[in-house]
């Protein structure tokens, strides 16, 4: 199994709203990330979870909340966005040794209103 | 610092003819590199890897690359173009750090196949 699986496939979301992006995987993965893509950019790491501890890309807002409750699964908390998030956001896992590749889910088509 | 450059935004090629999307990279020891394609609105999926084996790399699809580090290349090639292969690519490069393996991504190409 070499699935990344990520919940909502879209969603969409007022400025006040609080909601989460969910993301799961069964490879036995160390490794967890959370990623945002702009249109006809590539992916900007966001998060990355190493062995549940956590490092952060420090341009990302605190409106973003990574939340990592065991190995298998990683969620993003989104509170208070703005329309400038709006954006396809992705999550990967990969092994933590060797510069080895990232698996990709499917992502979610997020637009804040 | 590792660093990959992808030469051309936009490649358009016709169905059945070969295919070159090129990319450069720069690393201050020996990489480990990636191609992944992204249809419109899904995720990246992995095209093919070089990992310090072999420097002709087979992937999916029918999609092939060649390192040279001599040039400091990692060219992915198809022999024969189909009209699902429009996408776009993106060139990648590894690094392990203490946060987990570091992906850096290049700007990617839109490949474009026409009739």
């Known amino acids: 199994d070499t699935e990344v699986t990520q919940t909502p496939k879209h969603l969409v979301m007022g400025m006040t709203n609080k909601k989460s992006l969910k993301c799961e995987q069964h490879?036995?993965?160390?490794?967890m990330y959370w990623y945002k893509q702009k249109a006809k950019k590539p992916p900007e790491l966001m998060f990355v979870?190493?062995?549940?501890?956590?490092?952060i890309n420090e341009s990302v807002p605190s409106r973003f909340s990574p939340e990592c409750p065991n190995s298998s699964l990683l969620n993003l908390h989104l509170h208070a966005l703005q329309p400038e998030d709006s954006a396809l956001y992705l999550c990967?896992?990969?092994?933590?040794?060797?510069?080895?590749?990232?698996?990709f889910g499917q992502g979610t088509r997020l637009t804040v209103v | 610092a590792q660093s990959v450059t992808q030469l051309d935004s936009h490649v358009s090629v016709s169905e059945g003819t070969p295919v070159l999307l090129r990319c450069n990279y720069s690393?201050?020891?020996?990489?480990?590199l990636f191609w992944y394609v992204q249809h419109p609105n899904k995720g990246l999926q992995l095209l093919l890897k070089?990992?310090?084996?072999?420097?002709l790399v087979k992937g999916i699809n029918g999609f092939e690359a060649e390192f040279k580090k001599s040039e400091t290349s990692f060219h992915l090639t198809k022999p024969s173009a189909h009209m699902s292969d429009a996408a776009e690519y993106f060139c990648?490069?590894?690094?392990?750090?203490?946060?987990?393996?570091?992906?850096?991504f290049g700007t990617g190409t839109q490949l474009k196949v026409e009739l």
């Open positions: 990967a896992s990969s092994q933590n040794r060797g510069r080895t590749e990232a698996f």
């Open positions: 490879m036995g993965h160390r490794a």
């Open positions: 979870y190493s062995y549940e501890k956590l490092s």
């Open positions: 690393s201050s020891y020996s990489p480990s």
């Open positions: 070089y990992t310090s084996a072999a420097t």
């Open positions: 990648v490069v590894s690094t392990l750090t203490g946060g987990g393996n570091k992906l850096t």
